[in-house]
Nanobody, 130 residues
Framework: QVQLVESGGGLVQAGDSLRLSCAASRRTFGSYLMGWFRQAPGKEREFVAAITWGGSTTYFADSVKGRFTISRDIAENTVYLQINSLKPEDTAVYYC???????????????????????WGQGTQVTVSS
């Protein structure tokens, strides 16, 4: 069992920056892919970004590429999502998730699928005003 807790959301204006944090209960995540998803009101939860715990591989949704950065601090058991140049359409609840890579998976874009992740945080609200 892995517990994930997100923080760092808030009410900001367009053009501002935020850094979201995801603190994990375990110290070693070498066999996990850590991901960020977001869900706007009335919308489906969508993939944002992901990173292997070792940091050698990252993935980004086309909609956030160039503005969002994902990183991790192994010593602190924490994954970060840096969001720059925020837009009103970025308004959503942002969720942290962990996928166990020891399970066999298929498809080149499996990491974009919500059901492929084994653990989820409670989410942190990001609201961007114009």
């Amino acid at each position: 069992q892995v517990q994930l807790v997100e923080s760092g959301g808030g009410l900001v204006q367009a053009g501002d920056s935020l850094r979201l944090s995801c603190a994990a209960s375990r110290r070693t995540f070498g066999s996990y892919l850590m991901g960020w998803f977001r869900q706007a009101p009335g919308k489906e939860r969508e993939f944002v970004a992901a990173i292997t715990w070792g940091g050698s591989t990252t993935y980004f949704a086309d909609s956030v590429k160039g503005r969002f950065t994902i990183s991790r601090d192994i010593a602190e058991n924490t994954v970060y999502l840096q969001i720059n140049s925020l837009k009103p359409e970025d308004t959503a609840v942002y969720y942290c998730a962990a996928a166990d890579l020891k399970r066999l998976r298929y498809g080149s874009s499996w990491y974009k699928i919500r059901s492929e992740y084994d653990y989820w945080g409670q989410g942190t609200q990001v609201t961007v005003s114009s």
